[in-house]
């Protein structure tokens, strides 16, 4: 062979090598875009899907505390069920009490009336105080007197007078 045959032989080579590599070249060119176009598309889909996650823990939180409020309102509707509930359970023990037991009547009708037996001993001191003249002898007292200066005993018969009672009346309670 000659040499011009043998430098078109290694041209011709080239040109095929040379064609591959162009065709090489612009598959890895395609695929180097096609990667660079997923990416974009990837950063933009994950752009969005994290403002769709933060949209989604944004309405986590507000459906938590929507929860929780409801929860605190329910359990105070619940203590609040249960307290009235036990008022009326010890309203009836008590009416059952007091309908077994007819000495129970007697004595808070006894507690009651000596209660106000003693308010009308305060306020018929009170009276007395307030109508007292600084020459009389009657009270030497200048403090206003309260139910703790004037406590009213059981045994102790209260000063005579239109709302006093008896020693009778006395051992009755």
């Not at 043998?6 to 591959?20: A, F, P, S």
């Not at 990416?39 to 944004?58: D, G, M, W």
């Not at 109508?131 to 005993?153: A, D, G, I, Q, V």
Request: net charge neutral; aromatic share 6%; hydrophobic share 30%.
């Amino acid at each position: 062979m000659q040499p011009i045959d043998e430098i078109r032989n290694i041209d011709d080579t080239i040109d095929v090598k040379l064609g591959k590599f162009e065709r090489e070249f612009k598959k890895l060119t395609s695929n180097f875009n096609d990667l660079k176009n997923n990416y974009r598309t990837f950063s933009e889909l994950c752009k969005v899907k994290n403002a769709r996650l933060e949209s989604i823990f944004n309405t986590c939180d507000r459906i938590e505390n929507k929860c929780q409020a409801k929860i605190d309102e329910l359990k105070d509707l619940f203590i609040n069920h249960i307290d009235d509930q036990l008022t009326i359970l010890k309203n009836h023990v008590l009416e059952i009490f007091y309908n077994t037991n007819p000495l129970a009547k007697h004595l808070e009708r006894r507690d009651s009336e000596r209660k106000k037996l003693k308010n009308q001993t305060i306020a018929h001191v009170e009276k007395i105080h307030k109508n007292y003249e600084p020459n009389s002898h009657m009270l030497r007292h200048s403090t206003p007197l309260t139910e703790e200066k004037c406590s009213f005993k059981e045994s102790s018969t209260p000063f005579l007078g239109e709302n006093s009672i008896s020693e009778r009346d006395i051992s009755k309670l």
